[in-house]
């Protein structure tokens, strides 16, 4: 199974597909159950505007899976003022589509070990931050196998986060990162 990133084009077919993988009900946490497309493309053009966060269109095995988002945590203003964060740290959020089809063992994990190593390709970052619902806990577990450690819980809009931060030391030393290098 390869997972591989790659710019999000902002094309009708690409926005029709994301709009059906953010609204569906397995993506709850996304926080857009009631976007409709038009809602959908303008926070994917707004995000292609910004100098400090990006989307990448996620494939496995040509297919495309998943949606990955990288950010500067500094520049989130929900995050910015939050005493943890450091000088090269490196916002991320991952959404894999929702499955159609017979269950594919390891894809999350193939996924996520595909945008660490999208995160951790720039030497300039030291971290990966994340901040997930505390009420998702399939998320927690898989990132806590990808080396993130929990710093703390902090009341953002809509949720309450587990705020998160996994060092390239962390990761290089996790579970997911052991499964990366056997492929």
């Known amino acids: 199974m390869r997972a591989t990133l790659g710019p999000l084009p902002l094309d009708p077919a690409t926005l029709r597909l994301l709009h059906a993988w953010v609204t569906h009900p397995r993506s709850a946490f996304w926080q857009m159950q009631g976007a409709t497309y038009d809602d959908v493309a303008v926070e994917y053009v707004g995000i292609a505007a910004s100098p400090t966060h990006d989307a990448w269109l996620g494939r496995v095995d040509g297919e495309p899976i ?4 990288t950010y500067d945590p500094a520049a989130d203003p929900h995050l910015r003022d939050l005493p943890e964060l450091e000088p090269g740290d490196l916002g991320m959020h991952v959404l894999v589509a929702p499955p159609t089809g017979p ?8 996924v996520l070990a595909a945008v660490m190593a999208h995160c951790l390709a720039d030497p ?7 901040e997930p619902d505390v009420r998702n806990t399939a998320i927690a577990a898989l990132n806590a196998e990808a080396g993130f450690v929990v710093a703390r819980h902090v009341a953002l809009p809509g949720k309450t986060a587990a705020l998160s931060f996994c060092t390239r030391e962390a990761h ?3 579970r997911l990162s052991r499964l990366e290098t056997t492929r």
């Open 66 to 69: 998943f949606l990955a988002e």
């Open 103 to 110: 269950p594919r063992p390891g894809l999350t994990r193939a």
């Open 124 to 130: 300039a970052v030291r971290r990966v931050v994340v």
């Open 172 to 174: 290089g030393a996790s």
